[in-house]
């Protein structure tokens, strides 16, 4: 079991970037599929990116492609999510989520464990 906390959230203007941060303890986050995930009020939460064990390949849903970089430091075990012009939609709370190799992808309930979420707003 990993025990994940995100942060990096916050009020951002469109155009704007923020750089999420997902910080593991109890295990080793190069060994996990990490995905981040996003959910707006009154929707169903979204696969946003995730990235591979052990390879590091990256996916990004269509509507993040040039925009959102997922990567991951196993020196410091916390994998990141860059966002660049983002854009009112892109608001909600994010969460990061890892799983065994096998769960790579965007559906949520192949993931084992959950940060607690961070909080993304764009707005003007």
């Known amino acids: 079991q990993v025990q994940l906390v995100e942060s990096g959230g916050g009020l951002v203007q469109p155009g704007g970037s923020l750089r999420l941060s997902c910080a593991a303890s109890g295990s080793t986050l190069a060994n996990y599929a990490i995905g981040w995930f996003r959910q707006a009020p009154g929707k169903e939460r979204e696969g946003v990116s995730c990235?591979?064990?052990?390879?590091?390949?990256?996916y990004y849903t269509d509507s993040v492609k040039g925009r959102f970089t997922i990567s991951r430091d196993n020196v410091k075990n916390t994998v990141y999510l860059q966002m660049n012009s983002l854009r009112p939609e892109d608001s909600g709370v994010y969460y990061c989520?890892?799983?065994?190799?096998?769960?790579?992808?965007?559906?949520?309930?192949?993931?084992?464990?959950w940060g607690q979420g961070t909080q993304v707003t764009v707005s003007s």
């Open positions: 990235i591979s064990s052990p390879d590091g390949i990256t």
């Open positions: 989520a890892a799983g065994p190799p096998s769960s790579l992808g965007f559906y949520p309930y192949a993931y084992t464990d």
